[in-house]
């Protein structure tokens, strides 16, 4: 319980570690974005495909796993929806942050919601390197993820310290969600197969909506395509050695 605990938290805040060099930087250039971008999707891809999916299979069937999946593919498409088109007011209020990026914040927070369940749901599978490998690829997802972030917040006159902890905070919600997974996954019969692959289908629908389609901006297509085989190849490789 101990070590699930610790990989739940270290893996929410990654996203504040991410953050951390904008206190010495003032920006970060399209092809470093797309690349980190590129790299976070490889890396969760295939914990989804050689993790989630595979221990979900072993405790249930493919029916069981296009019900799990198909929820946390809509779930997260639920959430993106009711967000993304939010905050056309540039009202300005709470130190400086205008409405449209105070929405943004909430949208980001939300969405890693799920995530936070990803990770608590496969320690609770009593897969105990299963959950240590789901934290890792959550962890880098968010690290980038956080970077981003507080850039972002930067860009819009935000100091560099209220960038960091918005950033940091917006990742620790995973810890609530975290904790809820383990304990909702450690003690109700039958419901890991469902929640690692609706884990598996928010984890695709963030792959799929938001950091491909990101990491695709700007004409920089050689680089963060390159850093998304490299990041599927690194997860797979730890995979295969701790899996």
């Not at 296009?66 to 905050?87: D, K, P």
């Not at 383990?182 to 469902?194: E, M, N, Q, R, T």
């Not at 901006?217 to 680089?223: L, P």
């Amino acid at each position: 319980m101990a070590e699930a605990f610790i990989g739940i938290i270290i893996s929410a805040m990654a996203t504040g570690i991410g953050a951390l060099p904008v206190l010495f930087l003032n920006e970060v250039s399209s092809k470093v974005k797309a690349t980190l971008l590129g790299y976070a999707s490889g890396i969760m891809m295939a914990a989804t495909t050689f993790s989630l999916i595979p221990e979900a299979l072993k405790s249930s069937d493919i029916f069981a796993i296009a019900i799990g999946m198909l929820l946390g593919t809509y779930v997260l498409n639920r959430i993106n929806s009711r967000t993304e088109h939010l905050g056309k007011e540039d009202t300005k209020f709470l130190s400086g942050i205008d409405k449209r990026t105070l929405l943004i914040i909430v949208a980001i927070t939300l969405h890693n919601l799920p995530e936070g369940l990803s990770v608590g749901v496969s320690y609770g599978a009593s897969q105990e390197k299963l959950g240590a490998i789901i934290a890792f690829a959550i962890g880098l997802q968010n690290a980038p993820e956080g970077f981003l972030v507080a850039i972002y917040l930067i860009n819009q006159e935000i100091s560099k310290l209220q960038a960091l902890l918005i950033a940091t905070f917006t990742g620790a919600v995973e810890i609530l969600t975290g904790v809820l997974g383990y304990f909702l996954a450690s003690k109700i019969d039958g419901l890991v197969p469902y929640g690692l692959s609706f884990a598996a289908g928010a984890m695709l629908f963030v792959i799929y909506k938001e950091l491909i389609p990101e990491s695709q901006e700007d004409n920089f297509v050689n680089f963060p395509t390159y850093s998304f085989v490299l990041g599927l190849i690194s997860m797979l490789y730890l995979t295969l050695h701790f899996g």
